[in-house]
């Protein structure tokens, strides 16, 4: 049967012609970048993309296929896929299904046969902005007037649709082999990969919901708390902020991601949205304090202002490419952040950002 066409319209009225991929019907959101070349799967799952259109700029997606381990979370976060070929053939014997499968029976529309090269030059000049995925014979005028008069998908609560989705009961904890911490998670997006590597370093980790106080994570008398990444914009969760900033000097606090910007706001720094975003698998981070440089994972579009950090705030790591704050620590009470999110090493270790978090920074 002949593939139907589909387009991808841009809120300033750009429109990129391809083919429907995955489920049928029309899918809105904030049309963001990935760059990485492997990662589909966890890029879907991830509950930073909760509210986004992903464009994938590798060229060739899906050879690998989709298996039961490697989603960060139960869900579906991403609302579109955006691709240039659609590979049928798949080639890994970890392969229990296809991503098309994996999104169709998840409801998500996706475009193939896109110039996601001329996507990326175009958000790369232009910034990232709403879109739709849309049949081609749809009324583009009328989805053009309706994507610039919706507010961004950033703009409303992701942290607490995705924390009601995979938080509390819903994502398993792995346990620890030997029990050496007590660490509550503040799931504004947690990943199984997060989850995984605490476990390893002997964590047992209790995760709240976005939206718990203070008075209840100090209840469970964690020796620490972490602060998980998350998708959109962190300006829109007082309530998270409010608890970020009642937990300081309570016990050490890490914050990832999200949870990084959640943190800085709660020690008096400004958060500012990007032109692009920084999502993918390469991005060189500098750590001022020994000027050792990381590759780093990363999945967002806001960031510290630079310009908005107060004296009570260290930066400790920047991005290479473009200056932007990549760490910070609070100077009055055990509390750091980075936007980056920690990665086991070459070896399969836990990241040492945790490492170092656990044993109070040292």
Known sequence: MKPEKAVLLLADGTAFDGLAFAAAGEAAGELVLYTGVVGYQEVVTNPSYRGA???FTYPIIGSYGVNDEDAESPAIHARGVVI?????IVSNFRATGTFEDLLRQAGVVGIRE???RAVAVHLRDHGEMPAMIAPTDADRKALVERLKSTPSA????????????????????????????????????????LLAQL????????????????????????????LAGGPGDPRVLGYAVETARALL?????LGIGLGHQVLALALGAKVRRMKLGHRGVNYPVRCLADRHCDITVQHHSFVVDETAVPDAVEVTHVNVNDQTIEGIRGKAAPAAGVQFH?????????????????????
């Open 114 to 116: 896109v110039d996601t």
């Open 154 to 193: 950033f703009a409303t609560d992701l942290a607490a649709q995705a924390s009601s989705l995979c938080g509390t009961g819903k994502m398993p904890v792995p346990p620890p082999g030997e029990t050496t911490h007590r660490v509550a998670v503040v799931d504004l997006g947690v990943t199984r990969g």
């Open 84 to 88: 240039r070929d659609y590979s049928t």
């Open 199 to 226: 476990a390893q370093l002997g964590c047992a980790v209790e995760v709240v919901p976005a939206t718990a106080g203070a008075a209840d994570i100090l209840a469970r008398k964690p020796g620490g708390m972490v």
């Open 53 to 55: 259109l992903v464009t």
């Open 342 to 362: 920690p990665t086991p090493d070459e070896h399969g270790r836990p990241s040492k950002i945790l490492s170092a978090f656990l044993d109070g920074g040292k």
């Open 249 to 253: 000097g309570r016990a050490p606090v």
